[in-house]
């Protein structure tokens, strides 16, 4: 999707204070009708239409008149508040290149005032699990709030939330600087995720290293559910760095023995596929699949479990409650990076409403675009004003 942050500068406050108004209104309102932004944003002599239709030419709002008539937020519109309240805070100044789609977000560089290069992860819970979500639909009707973006606000919090506590545990994740409505910045990763890996000089180190991680994390009482070579990144020295947490779960899951054993058997797999590694204990099942016999040289979940820590409960003390783990699992937990599917993309909230209202290209109302050396457009002239924005931190 395209990011054209340059169209931030151009937004007066006005425009940020309707942006907000069916923000909240989206609290309670799947559409949010027109009346009621007014109502929130309460701009003079009916500004707020106005401003409605300024917002709607960049794709910031998606309107719906099918029911009756009313606006919600696109994907880029949530984005642009949850970046002006980031950069407000001082935590950025610029955004820069996309590093990657995710599964289930877009990651882009940003920079620094100093010019130190950090990394912002935009969760888009429902992109790809809208078969979840309208599976879910039962659940959803009664709870018009539970929408892409509080599940999407949901993983990025979870995302932060685990990942400091895993810094502060001594795990090697990246640093987690801040986080606002479904954007999470932390430190930028030097090194390429391990599935670009062709050639190690040490795979015996470094895959002794990477199941190590798998089984402190248990010892610590948490799964990462999602651990296999797209969400390891590994440097020049061969260091890892593992990523992607919001779909963790605690030990004491009930499907948390499945879930080990798959994050294990993907390390196995990968390292025995990729790096031709073997590990003796192998032998060929009736059915011609690979199974393991030596349990030995594998972790069991058991023999972890019975030392494991509590930084699951620690967690949850974090900010990161019960009630919002059990939301969000009922949309993330299970699927992994490698067997979800695409069908889905582009879809922002699971709802097909004959979406042209988003990851088109800009129509050139404004200028052209300003970018500076590095490749950042420089989101300076945003106005310093927090007042208008409703943040969910
Ligand atoms: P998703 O949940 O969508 O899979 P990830 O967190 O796994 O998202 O990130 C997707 C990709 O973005 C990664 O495979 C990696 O290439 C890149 N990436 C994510 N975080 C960082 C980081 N901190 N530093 C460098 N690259 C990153
Ligand atoms: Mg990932």
Redesign the pocket.
């Known amino acids: 999707m395209k990011l054209d942050v340059d169209v931030l500068r151009y937004l007066s406050k006005d425009d940020f204070r309707v942006l907000t108004a069916v923000e909240m209104g989206m609290r309670n309102h799947e559409i949010v009708p027109a009346e009621l932004v007014d109502r929130i944003a309460s701009l003079k002599h009916g500004g707020t239409y106005k401003v409605l239709k300024n917002l709607l030419r960049h794709k910031l709002l998606h309107h719906d008149s099918s029911k009756y008539d009313g606006f919600r937020l696109t994907y880029l519109g949530y984005d642009f508040l949850a970046i002006k309240t980031l950069v407000n805070r001082g935590v950025f100044t610029a955004v820069g290149r996309q590093l990657g789609v995710?599964?289930e977000s877009d990651i882009f560089e940003v920079a620094c005032e100093d010019g130190t290069v950090l990394v912002m992860k935009l969760h888009r819970l429902g992109r790809t699990s809208f078969r979840a979500v309208k599976s879910k639909r039962d659940y959803l009707r009664h709870r018009s709030s539970y929408n892409w973006l509080y599940l999407s606000r949901l993983a990025a919090l979870k995302e932060f939330a685990f990942m400091k506590a895993l810094e502060e545990h001594g795990f090697p994740v990246p640093n987690a600087v801040d986080c606002n409505r479904h954007c999470v910045i932390m430190s930028l990763v030097q090194g390429y995720p391990l599935v670009q890996v062709k050639e190690l000089q040490n795979p015996e180190t470094v895959f002794n290293s990477i199941l190590g991680i798998v089984v402190r994390l248990a010892e610590h009482g948490l799964i990462h559910c999602d651990f296999n070579e797209?969400?390891i990144m590994i440097d020049d020295d061969e260091k890892i760095t593992m990523?992607?947490f919001p779909q963790m779960v605690s030990v004491s899951h009930r499907n948390a023995q499945m879930y080990f054993d798959r994050d294990v058997e993907c390390i196995f797999k990968f390292f025995r596929k990729r790096f031709n590694m073997s590990f003796q204990e192998t032998v060929d099942d009736a059915d011609g699949s690979d199974i393991d016999t030596d349990e030995s040289s594998r972790p069991t979940f058991s023999s972890i479990c019975k030392a494991s820590g509590s930084l699951d409960k620690e967690l949850a003390a974090s900010g990161f409650t019960r009630k919002d783990q059990d939301d969000i699992e009922k949309f993330i937990g299970g699927g992994t990076?490698k067997d979800i599917g695409s069908d889905d993309e582009g879809n922002d909230d699971g709802k097909d409403t004959g979406s042209d209202d988003e990851g088109t290209d800009n129509e050139h109302a404004f200028e052209s675009n300003e970018t500076d050396v590095n490749g950042f457009g420089s989101l300076r002239l945003v106005e310093k004003d927090e007042s208008t924005s409703n943040c969910n931190k």
């Open positions: 995710g599964k797209f969400n990523i992607d990076e």
